[in-house]
C-alpha cells in the first residue's frame, strides 16, 4: 500500500514526493519524542512538531498571499518598494496529509495514541493513495487500527465498496462534469447574464461542488473497503441540511470534525467564561480557520466568516447543539419542507465564493444577481438532460438519506433483477454522458 501510494502521488505530482517523505519522516522522529519525552518537554516538542509542520505549509500555500496583502498595505503609505512574489508551486494534497500529521502529534500529546505504531504504517497513514489528494483527513488511531488486525476478505464488505465507488463516478462523471460545462461559461460571462441566469449558475454550481466533492470521497471510501481499510464519512447528504449547524455537520465531516476537536473545542474552553459570545468568538475563529484551510484568498476567508456568523441566531437561541434526524418518509414533513429549500438557497449563494477568482468578482456577480433583471426570464440555455440527472441524482439521495451512501441498500428487499438492472442503468449512464474530468476541484485546495 504504501509502495502503491507513493507511485499513485508521483502520478499526479512527482516533484514534492520527496517533500511527502521527508516531512512523514520529520513528523514520526518528532512523534517519537514526543512520546517518550518527560512532562516538562512534551510542550516543546509538540512546538517543534507543530512549527514544522505549518511553517511547509503557510510556505508553499499562503507565502504570496501575506506578501501580495503586505505590499497593498505598504501601498497605503505610499512605499515605492515592492516585495517580490515568488514561483512557488503547491504540493498536491498539502492541506489534507498536514492536518493528519498535525492531529497525529496532537493526539500523541492528549494521549489519545497509546501506541506508536512503526515507521511504516504511519507512511501508510500519511500516504494512503485514495485520500492524500482530497480526504477524507482520517485521525491516526482509527486508521491505524486497520493496519494492526489481520484483514480477512469479506464479500459484503468487496460489494459495498464497488458500489460506493459506481456512485461516485456517476456523480463525478455525469453530474459534476456535465454541469461544469454550464457553470464554467457562465461564470466567465455572468456580466452579461441576467440575475435569474446567475441565481440558477449559483444553484447549479453547489451541486456541482457536491457531486464533485461527495463522488471522491465515495471512491475513496470505496476503494479502502476494498483493501478491507475503513475510512472515516465525509458526507451525510449536506444538501438536505436544515439550518446552517445541521448543513456544516453533513459537509465535509473530516474536515469539520478535526477543526471542531482541534481548534473550536480549545478555544470555546479558554472562552466559557464569557458565556454565549465566548461560543460566538470560537465559532468565527473556527471558521475563518475553514475559510483559510481552504486557499490563499480573500473570498474563501469571507465565506468562513460568513459561515460563522450564520451561527449567530442558532447560538443565541440555544439551538446551537440541537441535533435533527430527518424523518425517512419518503414524503418530506411540514418542518422540512420549509427549512431544506432555505438552508439549499442560502448555501447556494455562499458558494459564489468558492467560483470567483477574487473578491471583485465575487462583488460584481452578487451585484448583478440581485439587481432587478433576477425577476426576469433566464437568459441562458440550460439543457433538460442535465436537469432530469439532477433531479435523478437528488431522487435516489433522498431516497437512501439514513444510509451510510445512497446506493447501499436501493432495491436490497426487491428482486436481484431490479437490484442489478439498476447498477446497469448507472453504468450505462456513465458512458453515455461520459465528459472528460479536468481534475477534482477539492484537489487544488
Not at 484483514?151 to 461544469?180: H, P
Not at 464519512?233 to 465531516?253: E, G, K, M, S, T
Not at 465566548?278 to 486557499?295: C, E, K, Q, S
Not at 465575487?362 to 432530469?388: C, D, H, T, W
Request: with cysteine; charged share 15%.
Amino acid at each position: 500500500m504504501l509502495l502503491g501510494s507513493y507511485v499513485f502521488y508521483c502520478s499526479w505530482s512527482w516533484e514534492f514526493v520527496f517533500l511527502l517523505i521527508a516531512s512523514t519522516g520529520i513528523t514520526f522522529f518528532i512523534g517519537n519524542k514526543l512520546k517518550s519525552a518527560e512532562d516538562g518537554k512534551k510542550v516543546l516538542w509538540l512546538r517543534l512538531g507543530v512549527f514544522f509542520v505549518l511553517v511547509q505549509l503557510l510556505y508553499f500555500k499562503y507565502f504570496n498571499f501575506f506578501i501580495g496583502n503586505l505590499n497593498d498595505f505598504l501601498q497605503i503609505f505610499k512605499f515605492k518598494s515592492q516585495l517580490g512574489l515568488l514561483k512557488i508551486l503547491l504540493p498536491i494534497g498539502i492541506s489534507f496529509y498536514s492536518f493528519r500529521m498535525l492531529g497525529y502529534l496532537l493526539d500523541i500529546k492528549n494521549n489519545k495514541l497509546k501506541e506508536i505504531p512503526s515507521l511504516l504504517d504511519y507512511s501508510v497513514f500519511i500516504a494512503f493513495f485514495p485520500c492524500i489528494i482530497a480526504g477524507p483527513i482520517d485521525r491516526a488511531m482509527p486508521f491505524l487500527n486497520n493496519l494492526k488486525v489481520k484483514r480477512n476478505f469479506s464479500s459484503d464488505q468487496f460489494s459495498d465498496g464497488l458500489k460506493q465507488i459506481l456512485w461516485g463516478l456517476f456523480k463525478k462523471l455525469v453530474i459534476a462534469e456535465n454541469i461544469a460545462t454550464l457553470t464554467e461559461p457562465l461564470f466567465e460571462s455572468y456580466h452579461t447574464l441576467n440575475g435569474s441566469a446567475l441565481f440558477i449558475g449559483a444553484v447549479l454550481y453547489f451541486i456541482q461542488l457536491y457531486s464533485d466533492f461527495s463522488g471522491y470521497s465515495d471512491m475513496a471510501i470505496g476503494i479502502s473497503k476494498l483493501l478491507g481499510i475503513k475510512v472515516q464519512p465525509n458526507f451525510n447528504y449536506p444538501l438536505f441540511a436544515q439550518n446552517v449547524a445541521d448543513y456544516w455537520r453533513r459537509w465535509h465531516i473530516s474536515l469539520t470534525s478535526w477543526l471542531t476537536e482541534y481548534v473550536f473545542t480549545p478555544i470555546s474552553i479558554n472562552l466559557r467564561d464569557y458565556g454565549k459570545y465566548g461560543l460566538i468568538m470560537a465559532i468565527i475563529i473556527n471558521f475563518l480557520a475553514v475559510g483559510f484551510w481552504h486557499g490563499a484568498e480573500w473570498h474563501y476567508i469571507v465565506h468562513g466568516l460568513v459561515s460563522g456568523i450564520m451561527f449567530i441566531p442558532l447560538i443565541l437561541k440555544g439551538k446551537i447543539n440541537k441535533k435533527i434526524k430527518p424523518a425517512n418518509n419518503f414524503i418530506p414533513t411540514i418542518e422540512e419542507l420549509k427549512n431544506i429549500p432555505l438552508t439549499f438557497i442560502v448555501f447556494s449563494l455562499l458558494m459564489v465564493l468558492f467560483f470567483v477568482k477574487d473578491m471583485d468578482m465575487a462583488v460584481g456577480y452578487y451585484r448583478e444577481m440581485f439587481s432587478l433583471s433576477f425577476f426576469e426570464f433566464p437568459n441562458f440555455k440550460f439543457q433538460k438532460e442535465i436537469a432530469i440527472l439532477i433531479a435523478f441524482t437528488m431522487t435516489v439521495e433522498w431516497i437512501s438519506r439514513d444510509k451510510e451512501f445512497a446506493i447501499k441498500e436501493l432495491f436490497a428487499k426487491k428482486s436481484v433483477v431490479l437490484r442489478w438492472g439498476f447498477y446497469y442503468v448507472l453504468v450505462f449512464l456513465v458512458f453515455l454522458f461520459y465528459i472528460a474530468p479536468k481534475g477534482f476541484i477539492y484537489a487544488q485546495f
